[in-house]
C-alpha cells in the first residue's frame, strides 16, 4: 500500500470520515457543457451567416438600383417587426415552449434566406420580392431574440448570466469579422443570389445544433408568478404592469437602454460619414476601422466572463464606467487624425458598447419571473429599437445640418448620458 493512501482513524470522533471535506470538482467552463455549448454553436453558425446575408442583401440591391437609399431600406425593415410586435412576441415567447421558437425560426430563415433565392430565377428575382423575404426574415428574428436570451436561465447556472449573455455575443462579434469577408470572396466567384442559396445551409445547421438542447426548468430568477393561463392580451397586460409598477428598476433598465442605443444606433450608421469627412479615409481604411470597433466587442465579451460572479450592482456599474469611457473617447475622434490613434479608440468605443447588452439582459433574468422574461424581453426591445431609428433619425439631420464634429459631440454626449443613467440604475438595484 503506498504511505499516502493510509488512512489513520482519529479515535476521538466517531464522525470524523464523514466530516472530512471532499475537495471540490471546479465547475465546467460555459462552452463545454453540452446544452449550452450547443447553443453557443447554434449562434456562431447563424451569425456568420447574417454576416454574410447581409453583405450579399445590399449588395443585390445596390447592384440592381444603384440607389442608396432603396439599399437602406433593407435596414429599415429589419427594424418593424421588433417595433410592432416585439410585445405581443414576447407573450407567445413564454406561452409556448422555447425550443418552438428557436428551431422553427432558424428553419423558415433557411427556407426563405436560401431556398427561395435558388427556386426563383434571376430574372423574377427582383427588389420587391427581396423586400418581402427581409421583412419575413426580420419576424423569424424578432421571435428567436427573446426566445434564445429567456432560454439562458433554463440551462445556465444564476451566477453565470452575464457570462453567458457574453459569450453569445461574442458569437455575433465573430460573425461580423468573419461573415463580411466570406460573403466578399462568395459574390466575386459565384454573384450575390448564389451567395443567399449556399448560405441557407447555415440556418439548417443552426436548427440541428439547437435541437439537440435539453432545455431543463432552470432556477427562478424571482418570486414565480401563477403560470400563463387566460387570454394573450391579459398576459400582456400582466408584463406591461410588471415592468411599470412592481419592478421599476427594468423600467429605469430600458430606459437606459434607449439612451444607449440612439447613440449608439446613430454611430454605427454614420461612421462611414464621419471617418470620409474628418478623417479623409478611403473604404479600406473605414473597412479596418470598422474591424477594430469588433475586436473591442469581442474583448468586452471576454473581459465579462470575470465579472460575471459579482453582484448584480456592481456587473451594472460597468456600464457607467464603459459608457464613459466610449463617449470621451468618441469626442477624441473630433480631433484626432493618426489612424492608429483612431483604431485604438475604436477598439475603446468597442469594448465600451461591447459593456452593454449582456449585462442589461443578466438584469432582465435575474430579476424577471421565469414565466414572464419573454414579454419583458420583448417590451425591451420594443424601446431600444423605436430609439435607434429616432437616433439614426435625428442624428444623421443634425450632422447634414450642423455639421459632423456636432453630431460626432452630440453621439458622445449620449454615451455620457448612459454612463449617468447606469450609475442611477446601479445605486437603485443596491437599494432595492
Known sequence: MKPWAIRIPNRTSQHNVSQEKVPAVPPRPLLFTRDFGLIWLSQLVSQVGDGVSNLALLWFVYSITGSP???????????????VLGPFIGVYVDRLPKKF?????????AVLMGIIPCAVSTDTFTVNLLYGLVFLDAMAMAMFSPALTSSVPM?????????????????????IIFGPAVSGVGIALFGSQ?????????????????????????QPSAAEPETTGGSAWQDFKEGLTFVATKQRVILLLIL???????????????????????????PVEVGYLWSSLGIGLLV??????????????????????????????????VWMKDIYVVSILMIMIGAGMGAFTPIAWGVVQELTP???????????????????????????QITERFGESTGIAGIAVTFLLTAF???????SIRNR
Open 155 to 175: 440551462i445556465v447556472p444564476r451566477a453565470q448570466f452575464t457570462a453567458a449573455n457574453a459569450l453569445i455575443q461574442s458569437t455575433t462579434s465573430l460573425g
Open 421 to 427: 443613467l447606469g450609475s442611477w440604475l446601479s445605486r
Open 101 to 109: 421558437f428557436l428551431i422553427g425560426s432558424n428553419v423558415f430563415r
Open 256 to 282: 437606459t437602454a434607449g439612451c444607449y442605443g440612439f447613440g449608439a444606433s446613430a454611430l454605427s450608421t454614420l461612421f462611414p460619414v464621419f471617418a470620409r469627412k474628418l478623417l479623409g479615409l478611403g
Open 69 to 83: 437609399v432603396k439599399t437602406t431600406i433593407i435596414g429599415l425593415i429589419h427594424t418593424i417587426p421588433p417595433i
Open 300 to 333: 468586452m465579451s471576454v473581459v465579462l466572463l470575470w465579472c460575471t460572479e459579482r453582484t448584480l450592482a456592481d456587473r451594472v456599474n460597468i456600464i457607467f464606467w464603459a459608457s464613459a469611457v466610449s463617449g470621451l473617447a468618441i469626442v477624441a475622434l
Open 194 to 218: 448564389e451567395v443567399l442559396c449556399l448560405n441557407g445551409a447555415t440556418y439548417f445547421v443552426a436548427a440541428l445544433c439547437l435541437g439537440m438542447v435539453r432545455l431543463g426548468a432552470g
Open 370 to 396: 421565469r414565466m414572464m422574461v419573454g414579454r419583458v424581453l420583448g417590451l425591451y426591445g420594443t424601446g431600444a429599437m423605436t430609439a435607434a431609428i429616432s437616433g439614426i433619425s435625428v442624428f444623421g
